[in-house]
């Protein structure tokens, strides 16, 4: 199970937030050992000049240096250091891959989801 919720402010440029989504999914499947049907990706747009990096508040998303994509990443606890920063770097490696943001401007917060902390499919999930 992976969880990844994406902010970014708008692009310049429109996007196909749906394709873009839809590539992430399949990128971190085929670069993981996470099964797709165990992946869940979503992506929300920060409101233009409601971001502040050192007092900057830009009206759209920079490409590199200043105001970075927000990644959350929620998996389970069963992951290794070295499983999820693998996964990390196939998530960003895919966001700059797809919306042409630097690689280096990606910013990914991972979060520990411990066993009997998840509630889905109406029980609450236990792992090893």
């Given at each position: 199970?992976?969880?990844?919720?994406?902010?970014?402010?708008?692009f310049e440029e429109d996007v196909e937030v749906p394709a873009m989504i839809k590539?992430?999914?399949?990128?971190?499947?085929?670069?993981?050992?996470?099964?797709?049907?165990?992946?869940?990706?979503?992506?929300?747009?920060?409101?233009?000049?409601?971001?502040?990096?050192?007092?900057?508040?830009?009206?759209?998303?920079?490409?590199?240096?200043?105001?970075?994509?927000?990644?959350?990443?929620?998996?389970?606890?069963?992951?290794?250091?070295?499983?999820?920063?693998?996964?990390?770097?196939?998530?960003?490696?895919?966001?700059?891959?797809?919306?042409?943001?630097?690689?280096?401007?990606?910013?990914?917060?991972?979060?520990?989801?411990?066993?009997?902390?998840?509630?889905?499919?109406?029980?609450?999930?236990?792992w090893k």
């Open positions: 199970m992976a969880l990844i919720c994406i902010k970014s402010l708008p590539s992430i999914t399949e990128d971190l499947s085929r670069g993981t050992d996470i099964s797709i049907e165990h992946i869940t990706v979503t992506w929300e747009f920060i409101p233009s000049r409601q971001y502040a990096v050192a007092g900057l508040m830009p009206s759209s998303q920079p490409q590199s240096g200043s105001h970075p994509v927000l990644v959350d990443l929620h998996v389970p606890s069963f992951h290794n250091i070295s499983s999820i920063e693998a996964i990390m770097e196939c998530i960003a490696f895919s966001i700059s891959k797809r919306s042409r943001v630097a690689y280096s401007n990606i910013f990914i917060n991972y979060r520990k989801i411990n066993s009997g902390h998840v509630f889905d499919h109406g029980k609450v999930l236990r």
